[in-house]
């Protein structure tokens, strides 16, 4: 059986392909929230877009039971982040020109703790903004490539400026296009689902829960036919006979070209797979999109 549109599904169904931007609270890690949503949901897994040190709040996404099968997009995704840099010594005159001069590419080693091997590479910092300083504390926005190590970032920024520093609280406001107007917290997500199981009321479940196709909306879309879906579902490639059409992204960016991941969906909408784009959708045979991941 083919999905129904991402709008009309059933609660259940929801559940079993969603996105929830979490709000992740102080203290557990990025696993742990995952693990409590995962059996809060009834689901078998939950995948959450990148590792969250403990004392770290903000935008987590997270996919749900199937939906896990299509977390390769989460990489990749640029972060936006607010962190308090705690100087030890007043700031310089100099203090926005040092700051302007940690915008573009930066060197960072991943700090002993980390899971990831230590070894020097480059990170892009896209944007270094002041939100309000108050003596020694500076609020910072900041916009960067995933993997930069903020707490490292704001170890540097003391160097550079001459009186060390290092980084107070900080809370992640944007992973890609999730950002901090779509969170919801673990309390809102406990009120949702159990609204919807004591009471039968879903409403707050659907605003809490997002159908999971909204975490593959930045990818390019080959729309196919039902038939084809349905063979997809078997583990055939998308073969030229069943592409009804290719689309842009939604949010940007032009149509697939040859070796682009993108999203494969039946006419309502629903997401089936994800794959390469590996011949020419207009084509009258051969393999359009070798599939990679099957999503129904």
Same mark, same amino acid.
């Given at each position: 059986?083919?999905?129904?549109?991402?709008?009309?599904?059933?609660?259940?169904?929801?559940?079993?392909?969603?996105?929830?931007?979490?709000?992740?609270?102080?203290?557990?890690?990025?696993?742990?929230?995952?693990?409590?949503?995962?059996?809060?949901?009834?689901?078998?897994?939950?995948?959450?877009?990148?590792?969250?040190?403990?004392?770290?709040?903000?935008?987590?996404?997270?996919?749900?039971?199937?939906?896990?099968?299509?977390?390769?997009?989460?990489?990749?995704?640029?972060?936006?982040?607010?962190?308090?840099?705690?100087?030890?010594?007043?700031?310089?005159?100099?203090?926005?020109?040092?700051?302007?001069?940690?915008?573009?590419?930066?060197?960072?080693?991943?700090?002993?703790?980390?899971?990831?091997?230590?070894?020097?590479?480059?990170?892009?910092?896209?944007?270094?903004?002041?939100?309000?300083?108050?003596?020694?504390?500076?609020?910072?926005?900041?916009?960067?490539?995933?993997?930069?190590?903020?707490?490292?970032?704001?170890?540097?920024?003391?160097?550079?400026?001459?009186?060390?520093?290092?980084?107070?609280?900080?809370?992640?406001?944007?992973?890609?296009?999730?950002?901090?107007?779509? *969170?919801?917290? =673990?309390?809102?997500?406990?009120? &949702?689902?159990?609204?919807? +199981? $004591?009471?039968? #009321?879903?409403? %707050?479940?659907?605003?809490?829960?997002?159908?999971?196709?909204?975490? *593959?909306?930045? =990818?390019?879309?080959?729309?196919? &036919?039902?038939?084809?879906? +349905? $063979?997809?579902? #078997?583990?055939? %490639?998308?073969?030229?006979?069943?592409?009804?059409?290719?689309?842009?992204?939604?949010?940007?960016?032009?149509?697939?070209?040859?070796?682009?991941?993108?999203?494969?969906?039946?006419?309502?909408?629903?997401?089936?797979?994800?794959?390469?784009?590996?011949?020419?959708?207009?084509?009258?045979?051969?393999?359009?999109?070798?599939?990679?991941?099957?999503?129904?």
């Amino acid at each position: 059986m083919l999905p129904d549109p991402p709008d009309e599904r059933s609660p259940a169904d929801l559940l079993a392909f969603g996105l929830v931007n979490l709000d992740k609270p102080p203290g557990p890690s990025a696993h742990q929230v995952a693990g409590w949503v995962r059996d809060m949901t009834g689901q078998q897994r939950a995948a959450h877009a990148g590792t969250l040190d403990p004392k770290v709040t903000g935008s987590l996404p997270l996919l749900l039971g199937r939906a896990t099968r299509a977390a390769r997009v989460f990489d990749g995704l640029g972060k936006e982040y607010v962190a308090v840099l705690e100087l030890q010594g007043p700031p310089p005159a100099d203090f926005e020109a040092v700051l302007g001069e940690f915008e573009g590419d930066i060197y960072q080693t991943p700090p002993r703790k980390s899971a990831v091997v230590r070894e020097r590479r480059v990170r892009r910092v896209h944007e270094l903004q002041v939100l309000d300083r108050d003596g020694r504390q500076v609020l910072l926005r900041i916009e960067c490539e995933a993997g930069t190590y903020v707490r490292k970032l704001c170890h540097d920024l003391g160097l550079a400026l001459g009186t060390g520093a290092h980084m107070g609280d900080l809370r992640r406001t944007a992973t890609g296009r999730f950002d901090d107007t779509s *969170l919801v917290t =673990l309390h809102d997500l406990a009120d &949702a689902l159990a609204f919807w +199981r $004591e009471d039968g #009321e879903a409403g %707050p479940l659907r605003e809490a829960v997002a159908p999971a196709e909204e975490a *593959l909306a930045g =990818l390019p879309r080959v729309v196919i &036919a039902g038939s084809a879906a +349905r $063979e997809v579902a #078997e583990g055939a %490639p998308v073969y030229a006979p069943g592409v009804l059409e290719t689309r842009p992204a939604p949010h940007g960016g032009g149509r697939p070209e040859e070796g682009d991941l993108v999203v494969c969906t039946i006419p309502n909408g629903s997401a089936v797979a994800l794959g390469s784009l590996v011949g020419d959708p207009g084509a009258d045979r051969g393999t359009v999109v070798d599939t990679d991941r099957v999503l129904v």
